[in-house]
């Protein structure tokens, strides 16, 4: 006689077949193989014998962890952050040879059973409803991390990236601090790439945009001034939950990890320029928004018009330069043509770069330092009057920015080696020539002098640079066969002919 314990699904599945065929329940649990009081049971409860079967509410095995878990329970109550690993590696430092690295699985399922059955309650996110046209979002993303070299050197920057909420288009721009002067390029970068507006921008309380500013207010004041000229309605998210921005946030995690891959495909990291990675970056977001034509071409349908043209994305500011040739932008310094000192120049404040005007003409322009307390110098707007002072290079504040490259430092201890009493007026005289000559030049041949042992000076670099501009220039001839003429008359007579025809 067939055990009802012992009764496999297969056997129920044919039972229930037979159920129909047969003419009574006996027959029928007959031939599946089962004794009829079982075969009532299972028609009644319209179950399978797997579905019927109940967790052991015993343990097959001690828990290793059992004498330990309320001091592992406390550490997760108050450090709720804290990972399974980390946790085990506690114990083992505290119970030392108790814990094998096999029991880690054990811990790590424990944990993740307390915090699903006691933890703390998760933050629930809130799918939206997304209508076409209606709402666009962007905020920045630090890209850093990614391991990007431009030209063998760490590229520290961010992208501001797009997204349009219902169709998940997407672009970016790269740029290098949340300020308003970034947020406005990658803005209108990415209206003018779409070809319209949506009716709505949400960001996140761009905090740290705000603190590039001296006060809210004004602010709010410029960036509402470009939502307005472009038709669209500003919105943010509260100050302490920007996972409100949640669309772009989840978008900011699909593209970072989109570049990984794509790095790992490409087999380097490293870009020559940044144009090379910013192209890099444009065909990763082509292709994905190839994805994406048919919700594209849905929005694009009720999108607003652009104006007729941008707006200057950048921020104006009038300044005095001092007498040190320089201006103070952001708690940076710049230096400019001694000439303006004393005038007043207009800079105009972009994401990557600064522009100086100065009588409605562009007088410099120059890339933008990142972060505070930082300098550029430029070594030409200054060296006449250094070469005329050379002791006040030995205390120069901004020192550091006066050797343009590695090898005028190196140059420059080797001077205070050789000849430390004219060091300053040596080095302040190779800076000229490299002013007057050729940085590139002059960088060349200070290499060549340390390479070959022989001693450093202005005079020598000097003689070194004639003796190459002495040099006569070798000119390319190009010799060009002449051609035979017949064979453009012979050309001429057969289209006439054709003609004729």
């Given amino acids: 006689m067939q055990r009802h314990g012992m009764v496999t699904d297969e056997q129920v599945r044919r039972l229930r077949k037979l159920s129909n065929t047969e003419k009574n329940q006996e027959i029928a649990a007959s031939k599946a193989g089962m004794d009829p009081t079982t ?65 880690i699985r054990t811990l790590q399922r424990r944990i993740k059973l307390w915090r699903v059955t006691e933890g703390p309650a998760q933050e629930v996110y809130f799918g939206q409803k997304h209508t076409p046209g209606r709402l666009c979002a962007s905020d920045f993303t630090h890209m850093t991390e990614l391991g990007i070299t431009l030209d063998g050197q760490t590229f520290e920057h961010l992208v501001y990236h797009f997204v349009l909420t219902y169709s998940n288009w997407e672009t970016g721009t790269i740029c290098y601090s949340e300020s308003l002067e970034s947020l406005s390029e990658g803005w209108q970068n ?19 945009a ?39 946030e989840q978008s900011h995690h699909r593209f970072k990890r989109a570049v990984q891959q794509e790095l790992l495909l490409r087999g380097s990291r490293e ?95 120059l890339e933008r330092l990142r972060g505070e307390g930082r300098a550029a110098i430029n070594y030409r707007h200054i060296i006449h009057s250094l070469v005329k002072k050379p002791g006040a290079f030995a205390h120069y504040r901004f020192q ?23 060091a300053e007026r040596e080095y302040l005289q190779l800076l000229k020539l490299a002013a007057e000559e050729s940085e590139e030049l002059v960088a060349t041949v200070l290499r060549e002098l340390l390479d070959g042992g022989e001693a450093l000076s202005s005079n020598r670099v000097r003689e070194e640079l004639q003796a190459r501009g002495e040099q006569p220039a070798q000119v390319l001839t190009v010799k060009i066969e002449a051609v035979a003429l017949q064979s453009y008359d012979q050309l001429l ?9």
């Fill in 271 to 365: 870009f020559a320029t940044r144009a090379e990675y910013a192209e890099f970056l444009a065909g990763l977001f082509r292709r994905r928004n190839q994805l994406r034509r048919a919700r594209v071409a849905e929005e694009l349908k009720v999108l607003s018009e652009l104006p007729k043209r941008q707006l200057e994305a950048c921020t104006k500011e009038v300044q005095r330069v001092s007498r040190n040739a320089t201006i103070s932008i952001r708690n940076n310094f710049y230096s400019l043509a001694s000439q303006l000192i004393g005038e007043r120049v207009e800079v105009r404040i972009y994401g990557g770069h600064l522009e100086v005007w100065y009588g409605g003409e562009l007088a410099e322009r």
């Fill in 39 to 103: 075969a009532r049971r299972y028609l009644g409860l319209e179950r399978l014998p797997s579905e019927l079967k109940k967790e052991r509410p015993w343990r097959t095995r001690e828990d290793p962890f059992g004498e330990v878990w309320d001091g592992v329970q406390q550490q997760i109550q108050e450090s709720p952050g804290l990972e399974a690993k980390t946790l085990f590696e506690w114990l083992q430092r505290e119970y030392p040879g108790r814990f094998s690295d096999g029991q």
């Fill in 400 to 422: 550091a920015s006066l050797f343009p490259r590695l090898i005028f430092r190196v140059a420059y201890d080797e001077l205070q080696r050789q000849q430390p009493a004219q």
């Fill in 210 to 248: 705000v603190n590039n500013m001296s006060n809210l207010e004004e602010f709010n004041r410029r960036y509402e001034g470009v939502m307005r000229y472009y038709g669209v309605k500003p919105q943010h998210t509260n100050p302490a939950s920007p996972n409100e921005n949640g669309d772009c």
């Fill in 190 to 208: 990415a209206v003018w790439e779409l070809g319209a507006v949506a009716v709505e921008h949400r960001t996140d309380s761009l905090s740290s």
């Fill in 493 to 501: 007579g057969q289209d006439s002919e054709e003609v004729a025809a």
